[in-house]
């Protein structure tokens, strides 16, 4: 898994790398390096093809599975698009309309091969905890704070040990972004958990606070 994933990273890149070589011969009206800029979007693309399987193979939830293999036909299916325009506007790099049409489909190719990287494995988990400490943060937009049952000291004892733990879970976040897509997922999780624990014992301690 680990292996694949690397592969769909850097295949990802080499997709946008030839794909900004394939505009860019375009825009200067080159006609014969067009055509090779355009072999090397699809080369690009059969890796990613490619490294697309191998991380579906690998990975034992069918939802990832079918994520990944529709992400990545979704970038086959805009990458098409951008050769048809492409064979369209070459020798035309005075057609402003053209231009705008091979920009637009190019941007759509770009978004795609995104949420391809981020089905993933450990990339989704870290979404995901993004997304839940975005959420939490919203109560530190409340106007009031929640009642609490807790004494001063109680709270402030409750924050003390939900710092140390977020901040144990940094640390271990840390750790964790140099080893496996595994490795991230689950640290990224607990940090995200932790997080909204330390969270509402601030929230809880404000509102102890006169």
Known sequence: ???????????????????????????????????????????????????????????????????????????????????????RAVGKPADAEGQQRLAQVAKAVSQALSRCVNCLPGQRDVDAAIKSIGEASKKLLASSFPPSNKNFQEAQSQLNQAAAGLNQSANELVQASRGTPQDLAKASGKYGQDFNEFLQAGVEMAGQAQ
């Open 1 to 87: 898994m680990e292996k694949c994933s690397q592969d769909l990273g850097s295949s990802t890149k080499a997709v946008s790398s030839a794909i900004a070589q394939l505009l860019g011969q375009i825009v200067h009206g080159n006609e014969n390096y067009t055509g090779r800029a355009a072999r090397d979007v699809a080369q690009a693309l059969k890796s990613l093809a490619q490294a697309s399987r191998g991380v579906a193979a690998n990975s034992s939830d069918p939802a990832m599975q079918n994520a990944m293999l529709e992400c990545a036909g979704d970038v086959m299916d805009k990458a098409g698009n951008l050769i048809e325009e492409a064979k």
